[in-house]
């Protein structure tokens, strides 16, 4: 590292990537290519009463239409829990969840006949915020429960916390659903090498689960499988849940041709994962000498219908709900709540980016109540070395939060004390 800090290092895949010599997935081409493209619901919860594959089977070009009936091996795929339909066999539980697989001579015979598919469904109520999922007899999107993940942390007494506390600020705080707008859109190609050998050319941040996930669709030994990553186009996160692996691969398994598929920007945004939409109760409390003496936090996570990383997400949102700030009593609780909504996962800050938005509301408003600058306020309570975190850490090095406000407050010409 001491190598790099401080230093102009050419980042290593800028020149091919300037000159366009960068290869992305879309970017492959295989003699005798085919093309597959998921039929998705347009529903976000309910079942498939019907669906009528007769004049997009009929058409000249398309080569076969795959449904959940046909996947040889596990249905479901996921980075945590295996709960995210490679095609949906029961549930739907999400706009946008994938039906049945389209397999076609060309782009434009792909879109013409998923088209032509028609689906009858049988639709029911869902629940789209946290209240709604929240309520006793609301419909159930997760396993018997709304609720993926609850964590509880405590330290000290919040409760005699507060009887000390000069001010308190309680508030309500709340974060959108965010997407990561990558500006590649999710794309792989599929095909068998000469060994017998399942290629799936990706562009993936964890090419490791994506083997797991393809091979348990297939039902073959993970060493019968090979996930080339190829040059990323952005990810942010969002590149760590599968989207197109498992259809490329299961296209190929039956036609043992190579396939390409790639989303659309519509369909890009309409499916992948989103940064965690999550409101968040704070109540704050701080002594006459301007020390933080208590924190109740309850913070509540979208987490949408599968679970991606949602329980690592909230977590992340407790851990960090005191922020980087010295507080002897605290009552955290932390939840990831299932909607019919997109499901949600990783984007940068991991949660720690929404509560950020709360901890530092509430440093701003206490800093005002004891009318101590909002620098200064921070820096009297901020971490330090042997410092104690909420979960019981005890910071022994690289705590440079002190160090840090020093040098803005020299900018500011502020004297911290």
Same mark, same amino acid.
């Given at each position: 590292?001491?190598?790099?800090?401080?230093?102009?290092?050419?980042?290593?895949?800028?020149?091919?990537?300037?000159?366009?010599?960068?290869?992305?997935? #879309?970017?492959?081409?295989?003699?005798?290519?085919?093309?597959?493209?998921?039929?998705?619901?347009?529903?976000? +919860?309910?079942?498939?009463?019907?669906?009528?594959?007769?004049?997009?089977?009929?058409?000249?070009?398309?080569?076969?239409? =795959?449904?959940? %009936?046909?996947?040889?091996?596990?249905?479901?795929?996921?980075?945590?829990?295996?709960?995210?339909?490679?095609?949906?066999? #029961?549930?739907?539980?999400?706009?946008?969840?994938?039906?049945?697989?389209?397999?076609?001579?060309?782009? @434009?015979?792909?879109?013409?006949?998923?088209?032509?598919?028609?689906?009858?469904?049988?639709?029911?109520?869902?629940?789209?915020?946290?209240?709604? &999922?929240?309520?006793?007899?609301? !419909?159930?999107?997760?396993?018997?429960? %709304?609720?993926?993940?609850?964590?509880?942390?405590?330290?000290? #007494?919040?409760?005699?916390?507060?009887?000390?506390?000069?001010? =308190?600020?309680?508030? $309500?705080?709340?974060?959108?659903?965010?997407?990561?707008?990558?500006?590649? !859109?999710?794309?792989?190609?599929?095909?068998?090498?000469?060994?017998?050998?399942?290629?799936?050319?990706?562009?993936? @941040?964890?090419?490791?689960?994506?083997?797991?996930?393809?091979?348990?669709?297939?039902?073959?030994?993970?060493?019968?499988?090979?996930?080339?990553?190829?040059?990323?186009?952005?990810? +942010?996160?969002?590149?760590?849940?599968?989207?197109?692996?498992?259809?490329?691969?299961?296209?190929?398994?039956?036609?043992?041709?190579?396939?390409?598929?790639?989303?659309?920007?519509?369909?890009?945004?309409?499916?992948?994962?989103?940064?965690?939409?999550?409101?968040?109760?704070?109540?704050?409390?701080?002594?006459?000498?301007?020390?933080?003496?208590?924190?109740?936090?309850?913070?509540?996570?979208?987490?949408?219908?599968?679970?991606? $990383?949602?329980?690592?997400?909230?977590?992340?949102?407790?851990?960090?709900?005191?922020?980087?700030?010295?507080?002897?009593?605290?009552?955290?609780?932390?939840?990831?709540?299932?909607?019919?909504?997109?499901?949600?996962?990783?984007?940068?800050?991991?949660?720690?980016?929404?509560?950020?938005? &709360?901890?530092?509301?509430?440093?701003?408003?206490?800093?005002?109540?004891?009318?101590?600058?909002?620098?200064? +306020?921070?820096?009297?309570?901020?971490?330090? =070395?042997?410092?104690?975190? !909420?979960?019981?850490?005890?910071?022994?090095?690289?705590?440079?939060?002190?160090?840090?406000?020093?040098? =803005? &407050?020299?900018?500011?010409?502020?004297?911290?004390?």
């Amino acid at each position: 590292m001491l190598n790099t800090v401080g230093k102009n290092i050419k980042k290593e895949d800028s020149f091919e990537k300037v000159t366009g010599r960068a290869i992305y997935p #879309d970017d492959i081409e295989f003699d005798d290519m085919l093309y597959a493209g998921a039929v998705r619901s347009s529903i976000p +919860f309910g079942r498939v009463k019907s669906i009528d594959c007769s004049k997009a089977s009929a058409m000249e070009g398309v080569v076969m239409i =795959i449904n959940h %009936n046909m996947i040889p091996g596990e249905k479901k795929h996921g980075v945590v829990l295996k709960d995210q339909p490679v095609l949906v066999d #029961d549930l739907i539980k999400r706009v946008g969840d994938p039906i049945a697989l389209v397999v076609a001579v060309s782009k @434009q015979v792909l879109e013409k006949a998923i088209d032509l598919i028609k689906i009858e469904y049988e639709e029911y109520e869902g629940v789209f915020t946290i209240d709604e &999922a929240l309520k006793e007899g609301a !419909p159930v999107i997760g396993d018997k429960t %709304n609720i993926l993940y609850d964590l509880k942390i405590k330290r000290g #007494d919040a409760h005699e916390g507060f009887k000390k506390a000069k001010y =308190i600020v309680e508030n $309500w705080y709340s974060t959108p659903h965010i997407d990561h707008a990558v500006l590649q !859109p999710e794309a792989a190609v599929s095909r068998y090498d000469e060994e017998g050998n399942l290629e799936v050319y990706v562009a993936t @941040q964890y090419p490791h689960y994506d083997r797991e996930d393809v091979s348990r669709c297939l039902g073959l030994n993970e060493e019968k499988v090979k996930i080339i990553n190829m040059t990323i186009g952005g990810a +942010f996160g969002v590149r760590e849940d599968i989207t197109v692996q498992c259809h490329a691969a299961l296209a190929s398994y039956y036609t043992k041709k190579p396939v390409k598929v790639v989303y659309s920007r519509e369909e890009s945004t309409i499916t992948h994962c989103k940064r965690h939409s999550i409101k968040m109760y704070y109540k704050t409390g701080v002594d006459e000498n301007g020390k933080l003496c208590a924190l109740k936090a309850r913070i509540y996570g979208d987490t949408g219908a599968y679970c991606s $990383w949602g329980m690592n997400v909230l977590r992340k949102a407790a851990v960090h709900a005191a922020g980087p700030y010295e507080i002897p009593n605290v009552d955290i609780e932390s939840l990831a709540v299932y909607t019919n909504n997109s499901f949600c996962g990783a984007m940068r800050g991991f949660g720690a980016a929404q509560a950020a938005v &709360a901890y530092e509301s509430q440093m701003d408003e206490l800093s005002r109540l004891v009318k101590i600058n909002p620098l200064q +306020f921070r820096y009297m309570n901020s971490v330090k =070395i042997g410092s104690i975190l !909420p979960t019981g850490q005890v910071l022994e090095s690289s705590v440079g939060m002190k160090k840090c406000m020093e040098e =803005i &407050a020299k900018l500011d010409e502020i004297v911290l004390e």
